[in-house]
C-alpha cells in the first residue's frame, strides 16, 4: 500500500476499529472507509451481557469514543456490504453502490447461532450481540417479574446469568453439557457451579428445550428433564457463526470463516487481510492447522497486525503468533485463559485453582479460577514453552536475465525474402542511402518529417504518468 491508495475496512467493531488505527500509526496517509451494519460508532461489546443487560450502564456509556484518535476515517455506518468481488477489488453496497478499494481488512465478527425451533418471532425471545438487543432484553424484564432464561452455558450464557443475579432477578442457566464452560477444566467449571448456587441461580445442565409454550405475557419452556420454566425473557447463548455470507461467490474460502496464510493474508487475494473472530489461520506458536479465535483480544491484536501486514505487503510481512488469552468477570471471580486449551488430550493440576492442558506431553492452555497473580507467572512460563518461532523472509524472487537484442541489419532481413520476391531491388544501395539520410536528419521521400503531437499524457523520461481523481461510487 501505498500513500494515496485506498483502504476500506469492512465491520466497524473493536477490530475494524484497531486496525484504522495502527493505518494511522504506520503514517499511511490514504483514504480509509470504514463499513459497519450498525449505526453506531464501535463500543464495548462484553458490556452487552453486563452493565449494559443489568441497567447499570447506558448505551452512550459503552461507546470507545474516548479511546478514538482523530484518525480520519470516512464512516460509513448502518450499511451492509452485500457482495466482494477481489478480481475488480469492489465491495458492494445496497442500493447497487460499489466502492473500490487497494487493500481491503475483513473484520466483520460473528452473529449468535439460531437454535432450531425457537419461536424468533416472539419479541421475549432474544440473542445478545448489540446494544439493540441488551436493551430490549432489558424492556422485556422490566415488562415482566417473571424469572429470566438462559440457553447456552458458554461464556456468555454464565456472564448473563451472573448479570440477572446482580440485580436480583431469579435465573436459569440450560445447557446440555454435564457443567458450565465445562471445557475450561473441571476446576472452573466446579467454580462456576459453586458460584451459581451460592448467589441461587438455577442450572438445568445436560437438558434441552422439548417444547416452546408462548403466551400473552410470558413465555414457557419444557425441557427434556421434564421441568417446566415460565420465562419473562429466553436469551439464546448456543454459540456463533462467522459473519461472512457478503464473502459467497468472492473464490475465498468460508467453509468457517476464511481460510488465510500465516500472515493474515486470504488464500487467493493478496490484498485483503483478515482480521478478529473470522480469520482462519495457522497460529505457527502451536501447529500448521488454521483455526479461528474467538475473543476481545485476540480481535485487537489480529486487527493490528493484519493492518501492519496490508501495509507491507506479502513478501515483508510477519506471520501473526499470539499466545491467545481471554478473561470474564463472574460474581466478582476473574476467570482467565490463556493458549488454547480445545487442542488438549488431558488436563493437570498445575496450582490450586490453574489448570493445564497438555497434547502430546506439551503445555498448550493454562485456565485459572479466581488467582489473577498467580496466572501472570504461568502466562510468562507458557510463552517460554511455546515460543513463537523464528521468521525468516521471503527471499525476493530473483530479477530475470536480460536478454540482449539484436537487431539485424537490412541486409539480413533482405537475405531472408524468398527468391520470387526478388526483384533485383538494389539492396546494399538502398541501405547506403538510407543509412546517409537518416545520419544527416533529412527525410526521405517515403517516410517525411512530422512534428510530434502533444498530449495530456506525454510525460518526459523518469516522470510518473499523471494521475485522474476516481469518485467512490467506481
Same mark, same amino acid.
Given at each position: 500500500?501505498?500513500?494515496?491508495?485506498?483502504?476500506?475496512?469492512?465491520?466497524?467493531?473493536?477490530?475494524?476499529?484497531?486496525?484504522?488505527?495502527?493505518?494511522?500509526?504506520?503514517?499511511?496517509?490514504? #483514504?480509509?472507509?470504514?463499513?459497519?451494519? #450498525?449505526?453506531?460508532?464501535?463500543?464495548?461489546?462484553?458490556?452487552?451481557?453486563?452493565?449494559?443487560?443489568?441497567? +447499570?450502564?447506558?448505551?452512550?456509556?459503552?461507546? %470507545?469514543?474516548?479511546?478514538?484518535?482523530?484518525?480520519?476515517?470516512?464512516?460509513?455506518?448502518?450499511?451492509?456490504?452485500?457482495?466482494?468481488?477481489?478480481?475488480?477489488?469492489?465491495?458492494?453496497?445496497?442500493?447497487? #453502490?460499489? %466502492?473500490?478499494?487497494?487493500?481491503?481488512?475483513?473484520?466483520?465478527?460473528?452473529?449468535?447461532?439460531?437454535?432450531?425451533?425457537?419461536?424468533?418471532?416472539?419479541?421475549?425471545?432474544?440473542?445478545?450481540?448489540?446494544?439493540?438487543?441488551?436493551?430490549?432484553?432489558?424492556?422485556?424484564?422490566?415488562?415482566?417479574?417473571?424469572?429470566?432464561?438462559?440457553?447456552?452455558?458458554?461464556?456468555?450464557?454464565?456472564?448473563?446469568?451472573?448479570?440477572? =443475579?446482580?440485580?436480583?432477578?431469579?435465573?436459569?442457566?440450560?445447557?446440555?453439557?454435564?457443567?458450565?464452560?465445562?471445557?475450561?477444566?473441571?476446576?472452573?467449571? !466446579?467454580?462456576?457451579?459453586?458460584?451459581?448456587? #451460592?448467589?441461587?441461580?438455577?442450572?438445568?445442565?445436560?437438558?434441552?428445550?422439548?417444547?416452546?409454550?408462548?403466551?400473552?405475557?410470558?413465555?414457557?419452556?419444557?425441557?427434556?428433564?421434564?421441568?417446566?420454566?415460565?420465562?419473562?425473557?429466553?436469551?439464546?447463548?448456543?454459540?456463533?457463526?462467522?459473519?461472512?455470507?457478503?464473502?459467497?461467490?468472492?473464490? %475465498?474460502?468460508?467453509?468457517?470463516?476464511?481460510?488465510?496464510?500465516? &500472515?493474515?493474508?486470504?488464500?487467493?487475494?493478496?490484498?485483503?487481510?483478515?482480521?478478529?473472530?473470522?480469520?482462519?489461520?495457522?497460529?505457527?506458536?502451536?501447529?500448521?492447522?488454521?483455526?479461528?479465535?474467538?475473543?476481545?483480544?485476540?480481535?485487537?491484536?489480529?486487527?493490528?497486525?493484519?493492518?501492519?501486514?496490508?501495509?507491507?505487503?506479502?513478501?515483508?510481512? =510477519?506471520?501473526?503468533?499470539?499466545?491467545?488469552?481471554?478473561?470474564?468477570?463472574?460474581?466478582?471471580?476473574?476467570?482467565?485463559?490463556?493458549?488454547?486449551?480445545?487442542?488438549?488430550?488431558?488436563?493437570?493440576?498445575?496450582?490450586?485453582?490453574?489448570?493445564?492442558?497438555? =497434547?502430546?506431553?506439551?503445555?498448550?492452555?493454562?485456565?485459572?479460577?479466581? &488467582?489473577?497473580?498467580?496466572?501472570?507467572?504461568?502466562?510468562?512460563?507458557?510463552?517460554?514453552?511455546?515460543?513463537?518461532?523464528?521468521?525468516?523472509?521471503?527471499?525476493?524472487?530473483?530479477?530475470?536475465?536480460?536478454?540482449?537484442?539484436?537487431?539485424?541489419?537490412?541486409?539480413?532481413?533482405?537475405?531472408?525474402?524468398?527468391?520470387?520476391?526478388?526483384?533485383?531491388?538494389?539492396?546494399?544501395?538502398?541501405?547506403?542511402?538510407?543509412? !546517409?539520410?537518416?545520419?544527416?536528419?533529412?527525410?526521405?521521400?517515403?517516410?517525411?518529417?512530422?512534428?510530434?503531437?502533444? +498530449?495530456?499524457?506525454?510525460?518526459?523520461?523518469?516522470?510518473?504518468?499523471?494521475?485522474?481523481?476516481?469518485?467512490?461510487?467506481?
Amino acid at each position: 500500500m501505498a500513500d494515496g491508495d485506498r483502504i476500506v475496512i469492512v465491520g466497524a467493531g473493536v477490530a475494524g476499529l484497531r486496525a484504522a488505527e495502527r493505518l494511522r500509526e504506520l503514517n499511511f496517509d490514504g #483514504e480509509i472507509v470504514l463499513i459497519g451494519d #450498525e449505526a453506531r460508532r464501535p463500543y464495548h461489546r462484553p458490556m452487552v451481557s453486563k452493565a449494559l443487560v443489568m441497567g +447499570t450502564e447506558r448505551p452512550s456509556d459503552v461507546g %470507545l469514543s474516548h479511546y478514538l484518535p482523530d484518525l480520519d476515517v470516512h464512516w460509513r455506518l448502518g450499511a451492509r456490504v452485500t457482495h466482494l468481488d477481489t478480481t475488480e477489488r469492489v465491495v458492494h453496497l445496497p442500493g447497487g #453502490e460499489s %466502492l473500490w478499494y487497494d487493500g481491503l481488512i475483513a473484520a466483520t465478527g460473528v452473529y449468535p447461532r439460531h437454535l432450531p425451533g425457537a419461536p424468533r418471532h416472539d419479541p421475549r425471545v432474544r440473542i445478545l450481540r448489540t446494544v439493540e438487543d441488551s436493551m430490549a432484553v432489558r424492556r422485556c424484564l422490566n415488562a415482566s417479574k417473571k424469572p429470566a432464561v438462559v440457553i447456552g452455558a458458554g461464556l456468555i450464557g454464565n456472564e448473563f446469568a451472573a448479570s440477572m =443475579r446482580h440485580i436480583g432477578r431469579d435465573v436459569t442457566l440450560i445447557g446440555h453439557a454435564k457443567a458450565p464452560l465445562h471445557r475450561f477444566g473441571d476446576r472452573v467449571s !466446579s467454580g462456576i457451579v459453586e458460584a451459581h448456587h #451460592e448467589h441461587r441461580a438455577n442450572l438445568a445442565m445436560r437438558s434441552e428445550v422439548r417444547h416452546w409454550i408462548s403466551t400473552k405475557d410470558t413465555v414457557g419452556l419444557h425441557l427434556t428433564n421434564n421441568q417446566l420454566l415460565v420465562a419473562s425473557v429466553v436469551v439464546l447463548a448456543i454459540g456463533s457463526v462467522p459473519s461472512v455470507d457478503w464473502m459467497r461467490g468472492s473464490g %475465498l474460502d468460508i467453509s468457517d470463516g476464511v481460510l488465510c496464510d500465516s &500472515k493474515l493474508f486470504a488464500e487467493g487475494a493478496s490484498d485483503v487481510v483478515i482480521a478478529g473472530d473470522i480469520a482462519r489461520w495457522p497460529n505457527l506458536r502451536f501447529d500448521e492447522t488454521p483455526r479461528r479465535v474467538e475473543h476481545w483480544i485476540n480481535a485487537v491484536e489480529s486487527a493490528r497486525h493484519a493492518a501492519e501486514n496490508l501495509l507491507m505487503g506479502h513478501s515483508s510481512a =510477519r506471520p501473526f503468533t499470539p499466545l491467545p488469552r481471554a478473561w470474564s468477570t463472574l460474581y466478582d471471580t476473574r476467570l482467565q485463559m490463556c493458549g488454547m486449551p480445545s487442542l488438549a488430550e488431558d488436563t493437570v493440576s498445575l496450582a490450586d485453582g490453574i489448570t493445564g492442558f497438555i =497434547r502430546d506431553g506439551r503445555l498448550v492452555g493454562i485456565s485459572a479460577w479466581d &488467582k489473577p497473580r498467580a496466572m501472570l507467572d504461568w502466562m510468562a512460563e507458557l510463552d517460554r514453552r511455546l515460543p513463537a518461532p523464528d521468521y525468516v523472509p521471503e527471499p525476493e524472487p530473483a530479477p530475470a536475465p536480460e536478454v540482449p537484442v539484436v537487431e539485424p541489419s537490412l541486409a539480413a532481413l533482405a537475405a531472408d525474402v524468398p527468391p520470387e520476391f526478388d526483384s533485383g531491388f538494389d539492396h546494399q544501395a538502398f541501405e547506403r542511402e538510407f543509412e !546517409s539520410e537518416f545520419a544527416n536528419d533529412i527525410p526521405t521521400t517515403a517516410f517525411p518529417a512530422q512534428a510530434l503531437p502533444t +498530449t495530456a499524457f506525454a510525460a518526459q523520461p523518469g516522470a510518473a504518468l499523471p494521475t485522474m481523481a476516481i469518485p467512490m461510487g467506481r
